[in-house]
């Protein structure tokens, strides 16, 4: 549900092949509640949801590159 609500593609590279391969980034990691991914957690929906709106869709690739410092956020998806 939460990678069909972002889109269901990488917000870099446009990659949708292998859902597996899709991850949510936190825009400022100071500001995340929880993980999206922690397990043995049951969350409504909606929390789910407030805490994604903090996330972006972003390939595996894109990701690390992303924490690498090689690829940054467009102004205007960050905001």
Not at 19 to 33: C, P, V, Y
Not at 38 to 47: I, L, V
């Amino acid at each position: 549900m939460a990678i069909d609500y972002k889109g269901g593609k990488c917000v870099f590279c446009g990659y949708d092949k292998c859902i597996q391969s899709l991850e949510l980034h936190h825009f400022n990691s100071t500001e995340k509640d929880f993980g999206i991914s922690d397990k043995d957690y049951t969350r409504s929906w909606e929390t789910v949801r407030k805490e994604i709106e903090k996330c972006v869709l972003v390939c595996s690739n894109c990701h690390r590159e992303l924490h690498a410092g090689l690829k940054q956020l467009p102004k205007e998806i960050s905001e």
